[in-house]
């Protein structure tokens, strides 16, 4: 079991940074590939970035590559996602996600086992 609580979304405007934060405990935290997706309104859920257990492999979304930057805090348990150079269309609620079984299939959302319960980040032009 892994639970994951999210923080730090808000609402921001065109270009700022906003860095969120996923924090997880629970058995199969310190071993668990994270990512984060997002789902704008009206819209399907989106991977954005992933990070496996050990920190040292990183993928991301096309649509934030240059911009967006994951990492993870071993000791703290914690994975970040430091947003910059926001646009409006980063607009969405912001999910971390933990995959437990072992594959690190960063952008596939069925892959993960565990969600919290998302942040929104409201990008305001």
């Known amino acids: 079991q892994v639970q994951l609580v999210e923080s730090g979304g808000g609402l921001v405007q065109v270009g700022d940074s906003l860095r969120l934060s996923c924090s997880a405990s629970?058995?199969?935290?310190?071993?668990?590939?994270v990512g984060w997706f997002r789902q704008a309104p009206g819209k399907e859920r989106d991977f954005v970035a992933a990070?496996?257990?050990?920190?040292?492999?990183?993928h991301y979304a096309d649509s934030v590559k240059g911009r967006f930057t994951i990492s993870r805090d071993i000791d703290e348990a914690t994975v970040y996602l430091q947003m910059n150079s926001v646009k409006p269309e980063d607009t969405a609620v912001y999910y971390c996600?933990?995959?437990?079984?072992?594959?690190?299939?960063?952008?596939?959302?069925?892959?993960?086992?565990?969600w919290g319960q998302g942040t929104q980040v409201t990008v305001s032009s």
């Open positions: 996600a933990a995959e437990t079984q072992g594959g690190f299939f960063p952008s596939r959302a069925t892959e993960y086992d565990f």
């Open positions: 629970g058995g199969a935290a310190e071993s668990a590939h």
């Open positions: 990070i496996d257990w050990s920190g040292t492999r990183t």
